[in-house]
């Protein structure tokens, strides 16, 4: 659904339909308080004009990685926003329409806020806003691109959302780019927020995207849109720089294939290769020994391309066949085509672009080159057809996008695709190849990639192409991924963000104060890796960053053995407890610090594949750090070190030591179990027990539970409320358990029952349970 209209414009209806809908809708909608307090708009334009952040109530400005700005309970009515979710979720979204009265009164509302926003940067917006209504579902995702269309100069997104956690997917995720204006990595992600607006500037670095949404449950529906102006000047971007199946070789069989292709200009060739040649290259593609690199920008394309000098000798003797004069041959044979001097003349001699993806790419040009005079036909002469090729890897998150300079750069070309994907590659995983007619929505063609099939297309001037992103489901099939053995070098890199959810206690505040407390945090975190990853052997920190509002500590894996370690005392929770107690010691606490972790490589978020420790280190290892060790790392190790040289008070250490407590059991009135993943038993129990106190348990349980925090809990109470008590705190825990994953451990629950001193129902619970 989308709307373009004048703010000022008189809404033309019949006086009937006028009434009706003014005794429909007495609700009416306003903005928000902040945006009409003079004062508060004179500190944001100072702020915008300084790139500096500041926040006021409701408010809050961010300039990084670009400038944009958050306003919570944007809309002044909780009812007329309840009301308009409603009538949106009603919509055909195939249909374009703004025949909803509630929708023309927020596209009048903007109409109104257009008037501070001009304000607030400095400009005169024009009086059209552009407003349309989107809903994401499961697997749905908007790839990275940065808004540019000439006279787009504010960009805005109004969240319509149920309850959403980071685990539903969704976010927006914004980049950070490089000298050329290209996107690099994602920095921060916004996840929605009922009734929140976020806006940002239209430029040459403001490159976001919409992650994959990752629920079934729900739905991500926003109003977004543009406000139009004088557009920000744009810097000047650099430009991107016998193995056949012998039927194949049969001439009856090649004019048969020429036949069909001329009637459709595409085919697929399947068993093109011998099964043995075949077999032989697939899997030496799974060798560590290819290096491989990943390919941008993100508003381009994001996929590996392999190391040509590091393939091993059959993977580079089949692409020394495909680079030969005899396959151009054979391809003219198969289209018709004139790729070679020896193939038929043709009165259309064009130069022919052969470009083979998925695999194998490569691009050939050229088969007769034509210089005629002005009054004599100089004959042809056959030139040497040139060939470059690329090896590419596809995996979760990979894929190719449209581009403006490529609908300029289009030409006649032959496209080939040779897969070599595995046998259970389903096509609802994405990575096929699509095509479509330039300035056009409708797709043309789609090829999907299948064992050994070898798919040519022609494509005109006019048809464009993309390979479809690869969503999550492809985690759990077989793909080319590698398969990494301990064969050689290993190195990773990872990005822990962390969180203290205690009050009074800012672990991102701490770290900025440079006197001390910058020193205590790098030395808790220095502590924390150590124990998690065996050893100070297997890892380096690289950076520790502001993420408001975690702390983004960014960490370079140099062996295997390491990173798997600490992966899996990361999905224990053994991290989170290793960090809270060196908290509490160096920071002088007075009670356990809880900590909100979340762990990436990459665009990828580790926690959601805790369960598969493979897939985790193939993206640890796929994402090689781009940076050297930070300077103010350099001067916290030396530091470190220093302290470490002098002597300690022994002491003080004899009489405070207690007997360390293994990292996967916890203490309860001084004895020691064993730290578990909550069981069916522990939630009966839990459920039987706890009475009308379920609430302050799920209150508890959500300082360091993500599913659990704003809403949650007074929502299970409401959707629960006939089935009882039992039935609510029952669906708690299943929820928290659905959340948190292998990290719903046996202490986290005893721990809020502690706090909430329900401490004869942890017993109970404890006893159910053989005691160490």
């Not at 414009?9 to 306003?30: L, P, R």
């Not at 000798?313 to 018709?336: D, H, I, K, P, Y």
């Not at 005079?373 to 449209?402: I, M």
Request: glycine share 4%; aromatic share 8%.
């Amino acid at each position: 659904m989308a709307s373009k209209r004048q703010p000022d414009e008189s809404v033309k209806t019949d006086k009937k339909k006028k009434k009706k809908k003014k005794a429909t809708c007495e609700e009416t909608a306003e903005l928000c308080s902040v945006v009409e307090d003079e004062l508060v708009t004179n500190i944001v334009k100072e702020a915008w004009s300084q790139r500096s952040s500041c926040r006021q109530g409701d408010l809050e400005l961010d300039c990084h990685p670009f400038p944009h700005c958050i306003i919570k309970n944007f809309l002044g009515s909780e009812t007329f926003v309840e009301n308009l979710q409603r009538e949106l979720l009603e919509l055909n979204f195939h249909e374009k329409s703004n025949d909803l009265y509630k929708f023309k009164q927020v596209a009048a509302l903007f109409g109104r806020f257009r008037s501070w926003l001009g304000e607030v940067l400095g400009v005169e917006l024009e009086p059209t806003v552009d407003i349309s209504c989107a809903k994401y579902e499961y697997t749905d995702v908007l790839l990275c691109h940065d808004d540019e269309l000439e006279g787009r100069r504010v960009a805005f997104i109004l969240y319509l959302v149920p309850p959403w956690q980071i685990s539903d997917g969704g976010t927006l995720d914004l980049y950070t780019t490089d000298s050329h204006f290209h996107p690099q990595s994602i920095v921060k992600s916004l996840i929605p927020s009922l009734n929140t607006l976020v806006l940002f500037e239209v430029s040459s670095v403001s490159f976001h995207q919409v992650s994959e949404v990752l629920t079934r449950d729900k739905c991500r529906l926003s109003l977004s849109g543009w406000f139009h102006g004088p557009s920000l000047e744009r810097p000047p971007r650099p430009i991107e720089p016998p193995w056949v199946n012998p039927v194949y070789l049969d001439i009856s069989y090649q004019e048969q294939i020429q036949e069909e292709f001329e009637d459709s200009s595409e085919i697929q060739l399947k068993d093109f290769l011998k099964e043995e040649k075949f077999r032989e290259v697939r899997e030496a593609l799974q060798l560590t020994q290819i290096q491989w690199t990943r390919r941008g920008p993100p508003n381009k394309r994001c996929y590996e391309a392999a190391s040509l000098d590091t393939l091993p000798q059959c993977v580079s003797a089949c692409l020394e066949l495909l680079r030969s004069e005899a396959f151009f041959l054979l391809l003219s044979n198969f289209t018709g085509l004139r790729l070679h001097y020896l193939c038929p003349a043709d009165d259309d001699d064009v130069n022919k672009d052969e470009e083979k993806e998925d695999v194998l790419d490569r691009k050939a040009t050229g088969s007769l080159t034509e210089s005629p005079s002005a009054n004599t036909s100089r004959e042809k002469e056959p030139s040497t057809p040139v060939c470059c090729g690329e090896l590419r890897r596809w995996s979760h998150g990979s894929y190719t996008l449209l581009h403006d300079t490529e609908a300029a750069r289009a030409e006649y070309a032959l496209d080939l695709v040779l897969p070599f994907c595995g046998v259970d590659w389903q096509s609802e995983f994405g990575g096929f190849t699509c095509y479509v007619a330039n300035e056009e929505d409708e797709e043309l063609l789609t090829v999907y990639p299948e064992d050994n099939s070898l798919a040519l297309v022609y494509r005109d001037k006019e048809t464009l192409k993309f390979v479809k992103h690869v969503n999550h489901k492809s985690s759990s099939g077989s793909t080319m991924a590698d398969k990494t053995v301990d064969c050689g070098p290993w190195t990773g890199c990872a990005v822990m963000f962390l969180q203290s959810l205690c009050p009074g206690v800012n672990l991102l505040s701490l770290y900025k104060d440079r006197e001390q407390g910058k020193f205590i945090v790098f030395k808790v975190i220095k502590l924390t890796l150590t124990d998690s990853a065996g050893g100070l052997g297997g890892y380096e920190i690289l950076k520790v960053h502001d993420a408001d509002p975690f702390l983004g500590v960014e960490v370079k894996f140099e062996d295997v053995a390491a990173c798997q370690q600490f992966l899996e005392s990361y999905s224990s929770g053994a991290v989170r407890q290793s960090l809270s107690q060196h908290a509490c010691r160096l920071l002088a606490l007075p009670q356990e610090l809880t900590v909100e972790t979340q762990l990436k490589a990459s665009t990828h978020i580790l926690d959601l594949y805790l369960d598969k420790l493979e897939l985790c280190l193939q993206h640890i290892h796929l994402s090689q750090p781009e940076r050297l060790r930070d300077e103010e790392i350099d001067h916290l190790e030396q530091q470190l070190q220093t302290q470490a040289l002098r002597p300690a008070p022994q002491s003080t250490l004899v009489t405070q030591e207690e007997s360390p407590v293994p990292s996967n059991c916890f203490k309860f009135q001084n004895k020691v179990f064993e730290d578990r993943m909550l069981t069916a038993t522990d939630v009966q129990s839990f459920s039987n027990g706890v009475g009308r106190q379920w609430k302050h348990v799920g209150r508890a349980l959500g300082k360091s539970c993500r599913a659990l925090k704003g809403p949650a809990i007074d929502n299970l109470a409401y959707e629960y409320e006939r089935e009882g008590l039992y039935e609510q705190a029952y669906q708690l825990l299943s929820r928290f358990i659905q959340a948190e994953g292998r990290a719903a451990k046996l202490s986290r629950l005893v721990k809020a029952l502690e706090d909430c001193k329900l401490t004869s129902l942890a017993e109970n619970i404890l006893d159910v349970q053989p005691r160490e």
